[in-house]
């Protein structure tokens, strides 16, 4: 039996959610996509849960989007990259409008969907050996979806700079830029997630972090969910363009590519 994507346990009231997938340098495809989501969602309706924990197996956070998938992505039809949009906007939108506090333990590299992940959470760990970066216009394609998060995070001129460079940056760099919460080292970084954690399961009520929750994310972000519904059009639309073909074909084949 093949072991599961995505594993979920309970500890002290803190759902930890690991990313499995650590042979394909936790990559995402759709299915890694779905089962993450779902365990989000369980982790929301579970009431022995009050804090989440969201961390991968291997020494790579998520190296972005796999290499099967896109070479499949370039097969899709409009519609079809239109619905697979939708679902990894569904995922984003699940972690950050969950009603319980979601903490990230970035043991390693967070790239592209992966940085995403990593920022998108309300509390993010990283060690200091961890590289953070949306590397999507290197390959003709656009972080629609992401920046809809980051420009929220960080001011228009450093995302300009993230995102239209696609450099990839430190962890120490991303505590800068205001995308992550603590660096921490990789001996330690374990003990202090979870204490963390414990921390807000012992000494905050659930009512109040849920609530609390909600109204940064309302009164900060009042027009995400338009922004995001232009960044799925755009994500799908841009999956149709003759550079997005010739990036893929570059990277699957290792070349330079001369834009």
Known sequence: MTESLVLYTISQRIATISINRPEKRNALNPELVAQLT???????????VKVVVLKANGTTFSAGADLAYLQQLQQNTYEENLADSENLKRLFTTIYYLPKVVIAQVEGHAIAGGCGLATVCDITFAVPEAKFGYTEVKLGFVPAIVSC????????????????TG????AQEALDYGL???VTKAEDIALKVNNF??????EASSNALM????LIGQTTNPDLDKSLSEAVRINARVRES???????AAFISKEKINW
């Not at 954690?197 to 012992?202: D, G």
């Open 38 to 48: 779902a365990a989000f969602v369980k982790a929301s309706e579970d009431e022995e």
């Open 149 to 164: 998060f980051l420009l929220r995070k960080t001011s228009e001129t450093i995302a300009k700079k993230i995102l239209l």
């Open 167 to 170: 450099t990839l940056f430190s």
């Open 180 to 182: 992550i919460t603590f």
């Open 197 to 202: 954690a414990l921390s807000l399961c012992n």
């Open 211 to 214: 609530v609390t929750k909600q």
């Open 242 to 248: 003759e550079d997005f073909r010739k990036g893929i």
